[in-house]
């Protein structure tokens, strides 16, 4: 395997024993295209053990807010809730996919609960 293949493979690793939370939304009309489904996913990959969020891949672009949407959430307690990360959306983020990244937040919120409902 070659040294750039090797580094892509180990940087979609997970950690042992995360769960992965996940939450979509629907993309506003005029900005799907046409080929594609059109919904946000945000996805946290969450330890179970303390509910530390250790990353939140997304396919939100443009990558910055993503990357917003990332230091509002990176080694926060998902127990907590996801009210900061929103909070950070609504401060720091304008554009048309706000309330879709806020909507796939509330969602990732969501799962965490069907988790605790399931492994109690």
């Known amino acids: 395997m070659l040294k750039n293949q090797e580094a892509e493979v180990q940087e979609y690793s997970l950690r042992p024993d ?11 009309e005029k900005i ?11 996805y946290l990959e ?3 053990v303390n509910s ?5 891949p997304s396919n939100l672009t443009p990558s910055l807010g993503e990357k917003i949407i990332h230091n ?3 080694g926060h307690e998902i127990k907590k809730g996801t009210q900061h990360a929103i909070k950070q959306i609504e401060m720091r983020f ?3 996919t706000k309330r879709a990244a806020i909507a796939a937040l509330e969602d990732t919120y ?3 609960g069907k988790y605790l409902e399931e492994n109690k």
């Not at 995360?18 to 506003?28: D, F, M, Q, Y």
């Not at 530390?52 to 939140?56: A, L, R, W």
């Open 18 to 28: 995360t769960i992965i939370l996940s939450g979509t939304a629907r993309l506003p």
């Open 32 to 42: 799907r295209p046409k080929d594609s489904v059109g919904y946000l996913a945000i």
């Open 46 to 48: 969450t330890d179970p």
């Open 52 to 56: 530390e969020i250790v990353d939140v």
């Open 72 to 74: 509002a959430l990176l």
């Open 94 to 96: 304008y554009g048309i």
């Open 110 to 112: 969501k799962s965490y």
